[in-house]
């Protein structure tokens, strides 16, 4: 069975850093476009941000760019969300997602994704 881990999450004040991480197992993630997606109270779903399995390619929102940095480590089975310079607006419950397919025709709608984590909460507050 499929399962895909977030973890990392936290409360932090506007500023910080956090760094979300998504532990495959049943799957090898570097054959899958792995999505980071969050939902804050009252709102969609939103894709994040994006990593390629066949070139490495990357996506990243608008809201995020220059912020937060996706990155995949085979050996770990692993993907990882760098989040910087957090602001009130990142409150949102974080999850990692699966797909075989390219960021460019995925990301843009969450039904496009496979497989799903369970979720992990991030808090910005001052």
């Known amino acids: 069975q499929v399962q895909l881990v977030e973890s990392g999450g936290g409360l932090v004040q506007p500023g910080d850093s956090l760094r979300l991480s998504c532990a495959a197992s049943s799957i090898t993630l570097e054959f899958y476009a792995m999505g980071w997606f969050r939902q804050a109270p009252g709102k969609e779903r939103e894709g994040v941000s994006c990593i390629s399995s066949s070139d490495g390619s990357t996506y990243y929102a608008d809201s995020v760019k220059g912020r937060f940095a996706i990155s995949r480590d085979n050996a770990q089975n692993t993907v990882y969300l760098q989040m910087n310079s957090l602001m009130h607006e990142d409150t949102a419950a974080y999850y990692c997602?699966?797909?075989?397919?390219?960021?460019?025709?995925?990301?843009?709608?969450?039904?496009?994704?496979?497989?799903w984590g369970q979720g992990t909460q991030v808090t910005v507050s001052s």
């Open positions: 997602a699966a797909v075989i397919g390219l960021c460019e025709t995925v990301i843009a709608d969450p039904n496009n994704f496979d497989y």
